[in-house]
């Protein structure tokens, strides 16, 4: 009986396996195309691609834009905490999804399904999936932003939006997306600075001047939102603005 754990071995690793696997998503391997990086490094750079997998979604969808307007609108309201950020998070998220829907679908169609259908590699696949993302940013994008970037990186002028690379073309999107989301809360603030005013006012004429506006006047914000079916406005336009 003592004897018996020794007879016990673990499992012998198909040599190569695992690597030619990683092989494909790396770009490199251990297949008949050369030695490559090993499993281990292959490992750490998807740990590492994963972890900026959150800050692509918030850089390259229309996620920044809707978040800022919420926040916008928030404070123009004069609510501190409600809709508190988890809540403003969440609809920024699957609004966003519903803008991102038809790029979505196109990366769909010419990366992520001709790749789980072994059609094309994940280089391809990764590609392919880029000039979706890059398609959608180009339109978002002022020309105005866009010829500052590459000015400062001193580019040469590039013959179609398609040539533009990715490293001149995120910090000019994300650029357009906040002029963009702070025009928009501008537009926002001036019909509850009116009744700001207003308040102010008559709190004024009355001799109530100990008497705080903003809580005079909060609840007549919240009517005028209610009663214009704020919300619905404000999705349905924040969607429209992407055309």
Do not use: C
Request: glycine letters at 8%.
């Amino acid at each position: 009986m003592l004897a018996v754990p020794l007879a016990a071995h673990a499992q012998q690793a198909i040599p190569g396996a695992l690597d030619r696997a990683f092989g494909e998503i790396g770009g490199t391997g251990s297949g008949p195309g050369g030695p490559g990086m090993s499993l281990s490094l292959q490992l750490l750079l998807i740990m590492g691609l994963l972890t900026m997998l959150p800050s692509l979604v918030l850089m390259m969808t229309s996620f920044t834009r809707i978040l800022v307007v919420l926040a916008i609108l928030r404070q123009a309201i004069g609510l501190q905490q409600s809709p508190p950020n988890q809540v403003l998070i969440g609809l920024s998220l699957f609004l966003s999804l519903f803008v991102m829907a038809p790029t979505l679908d196109r990366v769909n169609a010419s990366a992520i399904a001709p790749y789980a259908a072994d059609q094309i590699n994940a280089e391809q696949a990764i590609a392919n999936a880029g000039r979706e993302f890059h398609a959608f940013m180009v339109r978002q994008t002022r020309e105005r932003d866009l010829t500052m970037f590459a000015d400062m990186a001193k580019a040469p002028r590039f013959a179609s939006s398609a040539d533009v690379p990715f490293s001149i073309l995120l910090p000019a999107f994300v650029t357009s997306e906040l002029k963009t989301a702070f025009q928009i809360g501008f537009m926002l603030f001036l019909p509850f600075l009116v009744i700001d005013l207003v308040i102010s006012s008559v709190l004024m004429s009355l001799g109530m001047m100990m008497m705080s506006p903003m809580v005079v006047s909060l609840p007549f914000k919240l009517l005028l939102f209610v009663m214009v079916d704020g919300w619905a406005l404000m999705m349905g336009s924040l969607a429209a603005s992407f055309g």
